[in-house]
């Protein structure tokens, strides 16, 4: 049976090159080529095709993926351009395989991000209609009022992204800090959301992304565990069920 075509940035997902959102900048900004040809985004190639990135041969030579934890400090930048960036999050770490962020956290915050070579997972923990959870810890410049945590938690409209952010879940900690719970990740949010507010942010840190917590000291790395591979595979199949991160894992 002929093996079906496939986009070219599903391939280039699926071989842990890069993320599709990756994949769609480099072709494109012309980088990427299917027999030599720079192709039109949403080209399909067949198995036989020869698929380079800025002129070296993709293959698909895996046999494991890496699913990292990363405790991100103030200042390095979410980004897999190491020649635009030098504050990077891919030259911090340096890892001994390609990976890249499944998400962002902005420049001036920290906390947890996961990292990996998967790019079908990350495509489909991104998708805002999932619903995952990601949590904050945050402080504000003023003292924290009950109306702004009833604002926060119902919903406010950012003018500069026309966007309503999401019902979200809101607690007071202290005089000026507060946790937050998303379920979307729209550029900038929180400080936005804040800003609205009349508030400004002092400290941003992220705590956990679904069932993944933060526990490890900042600038550093380890690997998820079984229990929440697991964990995460259920919560990832709860909306796409055809995903199961050890079927690749060994």
Do not use: W
Request: net charge positive.
């Amino acid at each position: 049976m002929t093996e079906p075509l496939k986009r070219i940035n599903k391939y280039l997902s699926e071989v842990g090159y890069c993320s599709r959102r990756e994949a769609d900048k480099l072709i494109e900004a012309g980088r990427v080529t299917i027999n030599g040809v720079v192709p039109e985004m949403g080209t399909k190639i067949a198995p036989t095709d020869i698929v380079a990135v800025d002129g070296k041969t993709v293959t698909n030579t895996k046999e494991s993926f890496v699913y990292l934890a990363f405790n991100k400090p103030v200042g390095i930048v979410c980004t897999t351009d190491t020649s635009v960036e030098k504050d990077n999050i891919i030259d911090f770490i340096n890892y001994p395989k390609r990976i890249f962020p499944m998400g962002r956290l902005d420049k001036p915050s920290e906390g947890l991000i996961l990292l990996t070579d998967d790019g079908d997972i990350v495509n489909k923990i991104l998708r805002a209609s999932n619903n995952h959870e990601k949590e904050y810890i945050v402080t504000v410049d003023k003292p924290i009022s009950q109306t702004f945590v009833n604002r926060m938690s119902g919903g406010i409209y950012l003018e500069e992204l026309k966007q309503t952010t999401k019902k979200c879940k809101v607690e007071k900690l202290s005089t000026y800090k507060f946790k937050i719970i998303l379920t979307q990740g729209l550029n900038r949010q929180i400080r936005r959301m804040c800003s609205y507010l009349n508030y400004e942010v002092q400290t941003l840190k992220r705590v956990r992304i679904m069932n993944i917590k933060l526990d490890i000291p900042i600038g550093k790395y380890r690997e998820l565990t079984s229990d929440e591979f697991k964990t995460l595979s259920n919560l990832i199949s709860s909306s796409h069920k055809e995903f199961n991160p050890f079927t690749k894992r060994r």
